[in-house]
């Protein structure tokens, strides 16, 4: 008999260190470091499949070509961005794969990449002084 996946994800998500939270009903939050800052992941169970989000950078850090080549190269992710530009990185994983084991691993992919996008975007332009 199969753990129901709800049960597995609720009682992972407690077991992490950091900040968590549970938001609804098979959905839960979680904030950790990446790259300096917060991120803040939302993990949620739809459709048959463990979905997992979270905002990377705001509008103007990445360029859109370089969010394509990274999803041709990290499975079960992908990055998109809003019709601002914000950029976001999201994440499925089937029901019938979820297991604490491979919960450490999806979500730990997910951190990676988030961080390693953040590096390799510039850092924010510094405002121009009043008046100039």
Known sequence: MTADPRTVVEAYIAGLDGETRRV??????????AAGWPLHVGVA?????????AQVV??????????????????????????????????????????????DRFLGLLVLSATQARQAAPDPAPAAPDGA
């Open 58 to 103: 705001e509008a103007g850090r990445i360029e859109p070509h370089d969010l394509l080549r990274w999803n041709r190269q990290i499975p079960f992710m992908r990055f998109a961005h809003t019709r601002d530009g914000e950029v976001w990185i999201q994440g499925d994983l089937p029901l019938v794969a979820v297991s604490p084991a491979e919960l």
């Open 24 to 33: 609804a009903f098979a959905e839960w939050g979680l904030t950790v470091d």
């Open 45 to 53: 169970i739809r459709d048959g499949v463990l979905r997992a989000q």
